[in-house]
């Protein structure tokens, strides 16, 4: 299979499975209704899996006294924010006991927002990483950031089930599974605080056994 970078390879390698000789011009539906299969499955790998390639940096401007700040418009589940810091302060180490932070939504707005608890005492910059939602595929040369044959898999897997074609949307199932599996094994970041959490302290404490070899040992490497 070629490699599937963009927006157009997932049109020519959908039609590559259906024996077309070409994919379907912009202006047919088909053409619309397979865009939205893409953009569903690329939806999917970002909603439910941690890839490096949708790890994003950005700052925020701390008020001293404010403690809320709305994130941006691609933070899309709670549990992606993946680090949080301002100044000397990691809000997201589970050891610091003295500062916390919540993620919420705005009722007002629906988007995603972080709350500071104490709220910060002078004003700084907060450096943040999340795992961001990709833009929607749109253009021919949109790129895509999540694996383009995962996409394609699971653009098939719906396309053989709207169509009843039942034998074949099994096949393509089976597909997404085994890639979603080879991209954990090969790309996957462990969710956020999963190496660094206190159960999971506890956990590589009790294999270590003692204190030199957990503070020493490999358990407590993060990829």
């Known amino acids: 299979m070629s490699t599937i970078a963009t927006l157009s390879d997932l049109h020519l390698s959908f039609s590559d499975y259906l024996n077309e000789e070409t994919p379907p011009a912009s202006s047919d539906p088909r053409y619309g209704s397979r865009t939205r299969l893409f953009n569903r ?3 999917d790998l970002a909603k439910r899996y941690f890839f490096k390639s949708l790890l994003k940096a950005d ?3 701390l008020r001293a006294g404010v403690p809320t700040y709305a994130l941006l418009s691609d933070f899309e589940k709670p549990n992606g924010l993946r680090y949080f ?3 000397e302060i990691v809000y997201t180490d589970p ?7 919540t993620i919420a939504r705005n009722f007002t707005t629906g988007g995603w927002q972080v709350t ?3 709220p910060p005492s002078t004003d700084v910059v907060a450096n943040y990483s999340y795992f961001a939602t990709p833009p929607r595929l749109s253009a021919p040369e949109s790129p895509l950031l999540v694996d383009g044959d995962a996409v394609l898999y699971f653009a098939l897997k719906e396309y053989f089930f709207q169509n009843e074609q039942m034998a074949k949307w099994q096949v393509a199932v089976s597909e997404y599974e085994n890639r979603i599996e080879e991209l ?3 790309n996957a970041i462990e969710p956020p605080g999963s190496l660094q959490s206190t159960l999971n302290y506890e956990k590589t404490y009790l294999k270590a056994g003692n204190e030199k070899d957990f503070y020493s040992g490999v358990t407590r490497i993060n990829l």
């Open 85 to 87: 810091a301002a100044g």
């Open 95 to 101: 050891f610091e006991k003295e500062h916390a932070l």
């Open 116 to 118: 500071l608890m104490p």
């Open 184 to 186: 954990i094994r090969a």
């Open 41 to 43: 499955g690329q939806e």
């Open 59 to 61: 700052t925020l401007s």
